[in-house]
């Protein structure tokens, strides 16, 4: 009874690293998407920044 309950345990194990192996190539790639548009944004963000700061400093 054991030895099948230990060979199910085992599979069971294996599908559960699988699975989360799976999961975690996805989380990592949603990471480096979700980093990529944040870079994006900041960059975006940083220029419209930049052109304030020269308008601003044009107007003195």
């Excluded at 199910?8 to 998407?33: D, E, L, P, W, Y």
């Amino acid at each position: 009874m054991n030895e099948k309950i230990k060979g199910f345990s085992k599979s069971a194990g294996n599908v559960g690293k699988k699975v989360a192996k799976t999961t975690g190539k996805g989380a990592v790639k949603t990471a480096k998407f979700t980093g990529k548009v944040a870079v994006g944004a900041a960059i975006l963000l940083g220029k419209e920044i930049l052109e304030d700061a020269k308008k601003y400093q044009n107007n003195k």
